[in-house]
Nanobody, 125 residues
Framework: QVQLVESGGGLVQAGGSLRLSCAASGRTYSNYVMGWFRQAPGKEREFVAAISRSGTMTYYADSVKGRFTISRDNAKNTVYLQMNSLQPEDAAVYYC??????????????????WGQGTQVTVSS
């Protein structure tokens, strides 16, 4: 079992930055692929970014590539999402998720067994 707790959301002006964190419980954190997803009002939850177990491989949705960076610190059981050049269309509830099986390259939500409660990101224009 893994419990995930996100933090770092908030209100930011367009063009600004936020850094989300996701702290995980459990001794086997490094065995999990970690991902970030988001869900805007009236829309389906979508893939944002994922990172491999070792942290050497990262994958991004086209909409955030070049602006967002996912990273992880296995010693701290934490995954991060650095979000730069935020735009109003980035506003959503952001969720981190853990996948015990599968690969970070697989952007399918179905491989993720554990989810956090989400953190709200609001971007004003």
């Amino acid at each position: 079992q893994v419990q995930l707790v996100e933090s770092g959301g908030g209100l930011v002006q367009a063009g600004g930055s936020l850094r989300l964190s996701c702290a995980a419980s459990g001794r086997t954190y490094s065995n999990y692929v970690m991902g970030w997803f988001r869900q805007a009002p009236g829309k389906e939850r979508e893939f944002v970014a994922a990172i491999s177990r070792s942290g050497t491989m990262t994958y991004y949705a086209d909409s955030v590539k070049g602006r967002f960076t996912i990273s992880r610190d296995n010693a701290k059981n934490t995954v991060y999402l650095q979000m730069n050049s935020l735009q109003p269309e980035d506003a959503a509830v952001y969720y981190c998720a853990a996948a015990p099986m599968g690969w970070a390259a697989d952007k399918n939500q179905k491989i993720y067994d554990y989810w956090g409660q989400g953190t709200q990101v609001t971007v004003s224009s």
